[in-house]
């Protein structure tokens, strides 16, 4: 009875820690609060022209054309991708505020959030097209098309 015991004590142990094990690694992205980053646009611009920037990194354009935000690969525990604001035709959004972060589920999809103007997630998901993110929200642009003022590149 106490070698039965042993045993279903150890096969219980091996379980939880497989389970530990196998969600540890998964990929699903975490809400993070509404903050600012740092981004030298200069840098970004030169990385996205001379670099070797993931398909879907880049400059996009809501398609409202009210905000730009630029996609930048930044690996962490909670998240793959961040989407941060470039430019905004409001007072909600400061350069530098987070509206996106993803992870990349696999080849084709990313899930993660979406902030508004207060800093509540939304669960988001997209396809990955080609050489941008398949969506009819968000537009891919060409840095020359984005005007000088909100987005001053090379």
Avoid: C
């Avoid at 696999?106 to 080609?130: H, N, R």
Wanted: glycine share 8%; charged share 25%.
């Amino acid at each position: 009875m106490r070698k039965l015991k042993l045993i279903a004590l150890l096969l219980g142990a091996v379980i939880l820690n497989s389970a530990f094990v196998s969600a540890k690694g998964s990929k699903n992205a975490i809400p993070l609060k509404k903050n600012e980053i740092e981004l030298d646009y200069n840098q970004f611009g030169k990385y996205l022209h001379d670099g070797n920037p993931d398909s879907i990194e880049g400059v996009y354009r809501s398609a409202d054309k009210r905000y730009v935000i630029a996609i930048i690969k930044n690996e962490t525990s909670s998240h793959d991708f961040i989407g941060v604001v470039v430019s905004a035709d409001n007072p909600y959004w400061n350069e530098g505020e987070v509206k996106f972060n993803f992870k990349r589920k696999d080849a084709q999809l990313l899930e993660g959030y979406y902030y508004d103007s207060k800093g509540v997630a939304y669960p988001i998901t997209f396809k990955i097209g080609k050489s941008t993110i398949d969506t009819d929200l968000l537009e891919k642009v060409d840095l020359v098309e984005i005007e000088a003022g909100a987005f001053a590149l090379l």
